[in-house]
């Protein structure tokens, strides 16, 4: 039987009162369903009708664990736990109150759990918890002194992993290499942690110690460059030459580059594109390559897309702003401006940018587009018009132009030109969300135009009474 066929059956039985055979259809199907979130909540709604508190206790715990987020197993459990198990109460208080977006309240709840157990374990991962809890609220420093007891009771390598972390995030280098080489002492055997270590090193130009802690050929490979061993480096990266590896390329580039090789460093770079496309990497290496061939717009062009693929926004425009600043002429700058603004919704900036690129670029359907929406939302519709027309002329140009073309036009009066952009947009979009009001549209031109030449005609007749007597 299904899962859902299964509740839809036991609801049934419930429904007429039957919540012993209800209960005892459902335990049957424990081992089959003990990792479903619903069923859990069923037979554990069940147990405590039944009151077999023991199994309402075990399902209600075996629910948050598989749903942590189960308002009602927590809300359950601390009625349960109340009395009776102080340590479990707390935690659970504390995690109920951080499912209600009440994390600062939960801190005092995991401190008296930790007073309420003499366990070792128990102790810990309150501990674990509080720690946790302190970092979501940004007391780094408490969080990072909860982590130091926890060692103090569990030698934890993720423990240290995890200091490392939060002294890095607080630019505390010196402590984050202090922690990690204990780490590192404790537990050989862990690559993670001696990798980590190495590369803080390298950071801070120790590069012998960051080859000593280095478990990676590739690792070792880099601080031998960055030390400017480029002969051993290189002797190295010829016994890996590994084709599939993006990471030889990038090392191979920096040897290059290193040598004074650019042509050479240039190709290891493409080829590292290739198999890592839209890696930051990519344009800083290539922006140290223009730097070296006094390239200015290059240097700062290829900053910016290492910074846009960064998400580093603010960064990116700036570099692209100086690439423009330094040959205006050249508009792969000005198209990445151009996008920057789009999503930023500068239209100052976009409007400037736009002229620049039709100024190179006379047929750019982007700009085009973009100066006619441009002028439209400023009520210019004459300008808006005249760059919409412009666009049609590319060939470029997706149906919504005869839309905003209509829209234009409408709003100067002219209804007979703006019914024939509306009607070539629905001729092209006919399923277009906006086509029944569109047609709406059009059938009042049509009923103003028709009383508009009636009208015309009636003075017209009047004109020639006159002249007539």
């Known amino acids: 039987m299904s899962n859902n066929g299964l509740l839809i059956q036991a609801q049934t039985l419930i429904d007429n009162e039957q919540y012993e055979k209800a209960y005892e259809m459902l335990e049957k199907s424990y081992d089959n369903n003990k990792e479903d979130a619903e069923y859990l909540e069923k037979i554990a709604l069940l147990a405590k009708t039944l009151e077999k508190q023991e199994d309402a206790v075990k399902y209600w715990e075996e629910l948050v664990r598989v749903n942590p987020d189960s308002i009602v197993g927590y809300s359950e459990l601390l009625d349960i736990y109340m009395n009776k198990n102080n340590y479990k109460y707390y935690v659970t208080r504390a995690k109920y109150k951080i499912l209600n977006g009440k994390v600062s309240q939960s801190i005092d709840d995991y401190k008296k759990a930790i007073n309420s157990t003499t366990e070792e374990n128990e102790i810990v991962n309150a501990r674990f918890l509080l720690a946790k809890a302190y970092e979501f609220e940004g007391k780094t420093q408490n969080a990072i002194d909860e982590y130091f007891r926890i060692l103090e009771q569990s030698n934890?390598?993720?423990?240290?992993?995890?200091?490392?972390?939060?002294?890095?995030?607080?630019?505390?280098?010196?402590?984050?290499?202090?922690?990690?080489?204990?780490?590192?002492?404790?537990?050989?055997?862990?690559?993670?942690?001696?990798?980590?270590?190495?590369g803080l090193y390298l950071r801070e130009g120790q590069y012998d110690k960051a080859i000593e802690f280095a478990r990676n050929d590739y690792s070792k490979i880099k601080a031998h460059l960055m030390k400017g061993d480029n002969d051993t480096a290189f002797k190295m990266l010829s016994e890996i030459n590994d084709n599939t590896n993006a990471n030889y390329y990038a090392l191979m580039a920096e040897y290059y580059f290193n040598v004074k090789n650019l042509q050479k460093c240039s190709e290891y770079i493409d080829k590292f594109n290739e198999l890592a496309p839209q890696n930051p990497l990519t344009y800083q290496m290539r922006s140290l390559v223009c730097d070296a061939n006094n390239d200015s717009y290059g240097y700062h062009y290829n900053m910016g897309k290492c910074y846009s693929y960064k998400k580093d926004y603010e960064l990116a425009?700036?570099?692209?702003?100086?690439?423009?600043?330094?040959?205006?002429?050249?508009?792969?700058?000005?198209?990445?401006?151009?996008?920057?603004?789009?999503?930023?919704?500068?239209?100052?900036?976009?409007?400037?940018?736009?002229?620049?690129?039709?100024?190179?670029?006379?047929?750019?359907?982007?700009?085009?587009?973009?100066?006619?929406?441009?002028?439209?939302?400023?009520?210019?519709?004459?300008?808006?018009?005249?760059?919409?027309?412009?666009?049609?002329?590319?060939?470029?140009?997706?149906?919504?132009?005869?839309?905003?073309?209509?829209?234009?036009?409408?709003?100067?009066?002219?209804?007979?030109?703006?019914?024939?952009?509306?009607?070539?947009?629905?001729?092209?979009?006919?399923?277009?969300?906006?086509?029944?009001?569109?047609?709406?549209?059009?059938?009042?031109?049509?009923?103003?135009?028709?009383?508009?030449?009636?009208?015309?005609?009636?003075?017209?007749?009047?004109?020639?009474?006159?002249?007539?007597?």
């Open 317 to 469: 425009l700036s570099e692209y702003l100086n690439a423009h600043r330094c040959d205006k002429n050249r508009t792969e700058a000005i198209k990445e401006i151009i996008k920057i603004n789009e999503a930023s919704g500068d239209k100052t900036s976009l409007m400037e940018f736009y002229e620049k690129l039709v100024m190179q670029e006379k047929d750019n359907p982007v700009a085009l587009k973009g100066l006619g929406d441009i002028y439209s939302d400023m009520y210019e519709f004459r300008s808006a018009l005249e760059y919409y027309e412009r666009l049609l002329k590319t060939n470029n140009f997706s149906y919504e132009v005869y839309e905003k073309m209509g829209f234009c036009y409408e709003k100067l009066k002219d209804f007979v030109s703006a019914k024939t952009y509306y009607e070539k947009y629905l001729e092209k979009a006919p399923l277009s969300p906006d086509s029944e009001k569109l047609k709406e549209k059009i059938s009042k031109m049509n009923v103003s135009s028709s009383q508009s030449v009636s009208n015309e005609e009636g003075l017209i007749d009047k004109i020639m009474k006159i002249f007539g007597k």
């Open 156 to 198: 934890d390598m993720a423990i240290y992993y995890k200091l490392a972390d939060l002294y890095v995030e607080t630019n505390d280098r010196y402590s984050a290499i202090n922690i990690l080489e204990k780490g590192v002492k404790a537990f050989p055997e862990i690559n993670e942690l001696s990798e980590y270590l190495s």
